[in-house]
C-alpha cells in the first residue's frame, strides 16, 4: 500500500498531493539552504506566522465582494502580503532600534499570530461562507487539494528554484562574507530582503500542504541535514533540495496511505528521520565518525606517549597503555618492552630529536606546520631530508622503522 | 563644535580633488550613532604607492576603509576613485577584510573562496570554466597556497585564512587594494608572503593601502603613512609623515617613550 503510493498509483488526489508536495520540499530545501547560510533561520518563523492575519482579511474581502471566500490565489496573495509587512517589520526594528533580531521575530511572530486567530475567529462568527478551510492553513490539509491548487504550487515552486539559481553568487557572497560583498557592490540590505523573499515565496505556496506552524521545519531541517554531508555550498544547495524533496515525496505517501494523518506533520517527521540519519551516520561531521576519530587519536597519543616512556626506561601508569603496547606486541603485561617495542621506541625517541630540528629551522616551516607530537617524521619528510637532519644529530645513523 | 561641523559638512570644494588619485576622501566623517569615529578627513593615496593607516584602536582606521569602500555609509564627505565615483569604479577596488569578519565553518573550499574574487568575470549565470580554475590557482600560488585548494577553509591556520583573503582579492585583477590589518595575528611565514605580494604588486604599478598595526615594521614595509585617531593627524612619505611628534599625537602619549625610540625614526 505505501508502495502503491510512492510509486504514485493510488489515485488522482493523492498523486497531485505527493507531487505538489516534492515540488514544494525541493524549493524549500534548496531556499532554506541560504537562510541558514546567512544564520537568519528562524525569521522564516516569523515570516509564516505573519501570514495569518493576510489570509484572515483576504477571505473576508473575497466574501465581501461578493466571491469564494476559499480560492487559494487570493488566500495566498493575502498571506504573502502580510507576511511581507511582517518581514518588513522585523528588519525595521532591528535597524532602527535597538532590540536585537530574536527580539523583534519574537514580538513580530506573536502579534501578527494572535491577530490572525482573531481574525479567524471573527470569520466563523460572521457565519458568512463557510470558514471551515481556514484552520486547514495552521496545520496544512491536503485532503481537498484540486488540480488548480497544485498547479500554484509547482509555478510557485519553479519560479523561487529559478529567482535562486540567478541569485546564487550574491546570496553565497552575502552569507559567507557580508563586508566583502558589500565592497564588491551587492546591495546588502536588498539582497538579504531577497533571500527573505524567497523564503516568503515557498512560505506561502506551502501554507496549504503543511500548513504555517511547521512549514519552518521544511526550510530548516533540509539544510541542517545537508551540512552534516558536504563543505561545499553547490553541493549543500542540491543536497538540501534533495532532502527537502525525498521528506515530502515519503511523508506525503504515508499520510495517503493514511489519511486521518496530517500530511505536514508527517513530511516534518520525515524530514527529521533523514536528519538523524545524518547526524549519527554522516562520514566526517557525523556524530559516530567524530566518535572514532576521537578514540584513534586517544589511541595515538597512548601509544607515542607509552614508547616515549619505554625508550627512557620511565614505568608506564596507565594500564590502558599498557594494554595497547601489549597488544601490539611491543611490550609484555608488566610494561617490559619486546625487542619489537624497543626498535620502535629508541625510533620514537629519535623522532621527537628530530622534529626538535625541524621545528627550530625555518627551512622545514611547512614541514613544521604539521607537527602534532605523534606524526612519524617519515610522513612529512623525505629520506634524504631526515638524514640530513640526522647528519646534524650525529649518533648513529639509518635509524627509520 | 556644532559650527565646525557645520563648516566640515559638504564644504569640501569639488575642485581640490586630485582626479588622478586612486582614492582620494574629502571632508569625510562617519559616526556609529552619536559618535563620530572619523570626523571631517581628508586622504589622498598616491598612485604605485603602499600606505599604512596608523592610528590607536578605535580611532576608525577600519572605518575610513569601510567608507571608502561603500560599506559603511558616511555622514558627510565623499570618495573619489580614480577620480571617479565609486560606482563607477568598483571594479578597479580590492578589498581585503579581517580575517575575524568571517564565519570560518562555512561549507566552502579554498579555491571556492578564491572563486568570489572572479563573480565580476562570471556574473550571475556564467558556468565556471577551465580557465577560471587557472585563474584561481594562479593566485593561490602567489600567495603560496596552492597545495590547500581543496582543503575546508576551517582547516586553516590564521595566517593561511589571510593569505586566501589576498588570493581573492588578487583574482579581481583591481588596481587599487584596500587590506583591513593583513598581519594580525599570523604566523612569520605568512607575514613575508604577505608582503611579499604587496611588494610585487606595487612594483607592476598598482596601489596598496593597508590598516597596519605593527610600528615597528613601518618603515621597510610602507613607503607612506596616514596617521589617524579620528582626525587626521598626518599623511605623507614616511620620513617626514612618521615622525615621534607626530606619533605622539595619534597615540594621545599611550606610546611609551621608549618604544618611540625603537622605531628609529626620522626627524
Known amino acids: ?401 | 563644535m556644532s559650527l565646525e561641523l557645520a563648516a566640515n559638512m559638504g564644504a569640501a570644494p569639488k575642485a581640490e580633488i586630485p582626479t588622478e588619485s586612486p582614492l582620494a576622501i574629502r571632508g569625510l566623517t562617519v559616526s556609529y550613532g552619536q559618535k563620530p569615529v572619523v570626523f571631517s578627513v581628508d586622504m589622498t593615496v598616491e598612485e604605485g604607492s603602499m600606505t599604512a593607516i596608523i592610528g590607536p584602536n578605535g580611532a576608525g582606521k577600519s572605518t575610513l576603509l569601510k567608507a571608502a569602500l561603500g560599506i559603511v555609509s558616511p555622514l558627510a564627505g565623499q570618495a573619489l576613485v580614480f577620480g571617479k565615483p565609486l560606482k563607477a569604479a568598483r571594479h578597479r577596488i580590492a578589498y581585503v577584510p579581517q580575517r575575524a569578519s568571517v564565519d570560518w565553518d562555512f561549507p566552502t573550499r579554498v579555491i571556492d573562496v578564491v572563486l568570489m574574487g572572479l563573480y565580476r568575470e562570471l556574473g550571475l549565470l556564467r558556468r565556471i570554466r577551465p580557465q577560471h580554475m587557472e585563474k584561481a590557482r594562479a593566485c593561490l600560488e602567489r600567495v603560496g597556497m596552492t597545495d590547500f585548494a581543496d582543503r575546508q577553509i576551517g582547516q586553516l591556520s590564521g595566517g593561511q585564512q589571510q593569505r586566501v583573503f589576498l588570493a581573492r582579492a588578487l583574482a579581481q585583477e583591481a588596481d587599487l587594494y584596500l587590506l583591513d590589518e593583513p598581519f594580525a595575528g599570523v604566523d612569520a611565514a605568512t607575514e613575508k608572503a604577505i608582503i611579499d605580494v604587496l611588494k610585487s604588486l606595487r612594483s607592476e604599478g598598482k596601489t596598496v593601502v593597508a590598516v597596519h598595526h605593527d610600528l615597528t615594521t613601518v618603515r621597510s614595509y610602507f613607503d607612506r603613512v596616514f596617521l589617524i585617531n579620528t582626525r587626521k593627524v598626518a599623511e605623507g612619505a614616511v620620513d617626514e609623515a612618521f615622525t615621534p611628534d607626530m606619533l605622539n599625537q595619534t597615540y594621545g602619549g599611550r606610546l611609551a617613550t621608549g618604544q618611540i625610540d625603537q622605531l628609529e625614526l626620522a626627524g
Open chain 1, 1 to 401: 500500500m505505501f508502495w502503491t503510493a510512492l510509486t504514485l498509483q493510488l489515485g488522482y488526489n493523492a498523486t497531485l498531493v505527493t507531487i505538489g508536495a516534492t515540488l514544494l520540499g525541493i524549493a524549500a530545501g534548496v531556499t532554506g539552504t541560504f537562510l541558514y547560510l546567512r544564520k537568519r533561520a528562524l525569521v522564516s518563523d516569523a515570516i509564516s506566522h505573519a501570514t495569518l492575519p493576510g489570509v484572515g482579511i483576504a477571505f473576508m474581502l473575497m466574501v465581501m465582494l461578493g466571491g469564494d471566500g476559499r480560492a487559494l490565489p487570493g488566500l495566498l496573495l493575502g498571506a504573502a502580503v502580510s507576511s511581507w509587512i511582517g518581514l518588513l517589520c522585523v528588519s525595521w526594528l532591528t535597524r532602527f532600534t535597538r532590540l536585537s533580531e530574536d527580539a523583534a521575530i519574537g514580538a513580530v511572530l506573536s502579534v501578527f499570530f494572535g491577530f490572525g486567530i482573531v481574525l479567524l475567529t471573527v470569520i466563523q462568527t460572521m457565519g458568512a461562507g463557510r470558514a471551515a478551510g481556514l484552520e486547514g492553513f495552521l496545520l496544512g490539509s491536503t485532503a481537498g487539494m484540486l488540480f488548480n491548487d497544485a498547479l500554484v504550487i509547482a509555478g510557485g515552486g519553479a519560479l523561487t528554484l529559478l529567482a535562486v539559481l540567478i541569485l546564487r553568487r550574491p546570496m553565497t557572497l552575502l552569507a559567507f562574507d557580508p563586508e566583502y560583498a558589500a565592497s564588491r557592490g551587492v546591495n546588502v540590505g536588498r539582497m538579504d530582503l531577497a533571500i527573505m523573499a524567497l523564503a516568503l515565496a515557498v512560505t506561502v505556496i506551502g501554507l496549504k500542504v503543511v500548513g504555517l506552524i511547521l512549514i519552518v521545519a521544511m526550510l530548516i531541517i533540509p539544510p541542517v541535514t545537508a551540512r552534516f554531508w558536504t563543505e561545499r555550498t553547490d553541493h549543500m544547495v542540491l543536497i538540501s533540495g534533495l532532502c527537502g524533496g525525498l521528506a515530502a515525496w515519503v511523508g506525503a505517501s504515508l499520510s495517503a496511505v493514511a489519511p486521518a494523518m496530517p500530511t505536514g506533520p508527517i513530511i516534518v517527521l520525515s524530514s527529521f528521520g533523514l536528519f538523524i540519519l545524518s547526524l549519527l551516520l554522516a562520514p566526517n561531521r557525523g556524530v559516530l565518525a567524530v566518535y572514532l576519530r576521537h578514540v584513534r587519536f586517544q589511541r595515538r597519543v597512548h601509544m607515542r606517549q607509552g614508547l616515549l616512556a619505554l625508550a627512557q626506561g620511565q614505568p608506564i601508569y596507565e594500564a590502558f597503555t599498557v594494554r595497547l603496547l601489549k597488544r601490539a606486541g611491543l611490550a609484555h603485561a608488566d610494561g617490559v618492552p619486546t625487542d619489537d617495542g624497543r626498535a620502535r621506541a629508541a625510533k620514537a625517541l629519535r623522532d621527537e630529536k628530530r622534529w626538535e630540528l625541524v621545528r627550530a629551522d625555518q627551512a622545514f616551516e611547512s614541514a613544521a606546520a604539521l607537527y602534532d607530537g605523534l606524526r612519524d617524521i617519515e610522513t612529512v619528510l623525505t629520506g634524504d631530508q631526515i638524514s640530513e637532519i640526522d647528519q646534524r644529530i650525529g649518533g648513529p645513523q639509518g635509524v627509520t622503522s
